[in-house]
């Protein structure tokens, strides 16, 4: 059974640093891309990047890049997304989702992680 | 990078009725690479339809998908009382971002 876990919520101040986890299980972790999903409170779902954790081959979406990175430790089967200095913007739920496949054609979310709720303060 | 227009934002509906839902795109999407996914309040998304008509596994066969190019439709034949959730439209594929829509919330009346 394919399982995403993500690390617990996070509580912290505008301008700390910050890395969440997502540990795949029930598959072979280095053969599917890997994805973020950022979802602020009551708002919709927003596509912040994917990785092929074989290679750490990343793709952010414009509205991201730079903001966050994307990264993986395929030893340990865990797919990460870190902050160099918080905003009270980053306020959110995120979620690491799979891919179906490796194929394009599959490229939707077939599987997701429950969430890690992040809360930035001043 | 395409926008995807979703309508409409609230949809009323009692249990039984039948829900229409859009999700319009700002330029044609590729090989109909259109999935749909619902959210219930604090759960992730869950996949429904993949390929604009293809149901995922284990969805009930009252949702269905349509559309292709611009103009996509998930259309749910009789609203179950659990169907009552956020609904998310997403174009997939080789050329990122794959960008969602914003979302129809579906209401009880």
């Known amino acids: 059974e394919v399982q995403l876990v993500q690390s617990g919520a996070e509580v912290k101040k505008t301008g700390e640093s910050l890395k969440i986890s997502c540990e795949g299980s029930?598959?072979?972790?280095?053969?599917?891309?890997i994805g973020w999903v950022r979802q602020m409170p009551g708002k919709g779902l927003e596509w912040m990047g994917i990785?092929?954790?074989?290679?750490?081959?990343?793709r952010y979406s414009p509205s991201f890049q730079g903001q966050v990175t994307i990264s993986v430790d395929k030893s340990i089967n865990t797919a990460y997304l870190q902050w160099s200095s918080l905003k009270a913007s980053d306020t959110a739920m995120y979620f690491c989702?799979?891919?179906?496949?490796?194929?394009?054609?599959?490229?939707?979310?077939?599987?997701w992680g429950q969430g890690t709720l992040v809360t930035v303060s001043s | 990078e395409i926008v995807l227009t979703q309508s409409p934002g609230t949809l009323s509906l009692s249990p039984g009725e039948r829900a229409t839902l859009s999700c319009r795109a700002s330029q044609r999407v590729f090989s109909n690479y259109l999935a749909w996914y619902q959210q219930r309040p604090g759960q992730p998304p869950r996949l429904l339809i993949y390929?604009?008509?293809s149901r995922a596994t284990g969805i009930p066969d009252r949702f269905s998908g349509s559309g292709s190019g611009t103009d996509f439709t998930l259309t749910i034949s009789r609203v179950e009382p659990e169907d009552f959730a956020v609904y998310f439209c997403?174009?997939?594929?080789?050329?990122?971002?794959?960008?969602f829509g914003q979302g129809t919330k579906l209401e009880i009346k």
């Open positions: 390929g604009a008509s």
């Open positions: 029930g598959y072979r972790f280095h053969n599917y891309w």
């Open positions: 989702a799979r891919h179906k496949d490796v194929d394009s054609s599959n490229y939707y979310f077939a599987y």
């Open positions: 997403q174009k997939y594929g080789s050329s990122p971002p794959n960008t």
């Open positions: 990785i092929w954790p074989g290679d750490s081959d990343t």
